[in-house]
């Protein structure tokens, strides 16, 4: 459930409230009972570090037909490519 923020235009209060998003917006403060105002406040869900992009996930599959190597695995060893073959049939 979302956490909006309002707050008093009259006495300056923030005050913070559990709503869904169908739910009609508060309008009173609890302290002096002055008009309250929906604040536009930075979302608390962050994407950080690697694991965002297709190539963050190369090496660590098995199967997955990658050659390469998890980055910052320096015992790992890229696997050899299978040979071509001529196309022709023994």
């Known amino acids: 459930m979302p956490v ?5 235009s009259e006495c300056g209060n923030i005050e ?3 709503q869904k ?16 105002k ?6 608390s869900f962050h994407l950080k570090g690697s ?6 996930y190369g090496g660590s ?9 998890p980055r910052n695995n320096k015992s790992c ?3 050899k490519p299978a040979p071509k073959s001529s196309g022709v049939a023994k």
């Open 4 to 8: 909006y923020e309002y707050e008093c």
């Open 16 to 18: 913070e409230a559990f």
């Open 21 to 36: 998003m169908s739910d009609p917006p508060l309008k009173e403060c609890s302290k002096c009972k002055g008009k309250l």
């Open 38 to 43: 929906k604040l536009v406040s930075h979302s």
């Open 51 to 56: 694991g965002w992009y297709v190539t963050d």
């Open 61 to 69: 599959k098995t199967g997955s037909g990658s050659n390469s190597c």
């Open 77 to 79: 060893k890229p696997a």
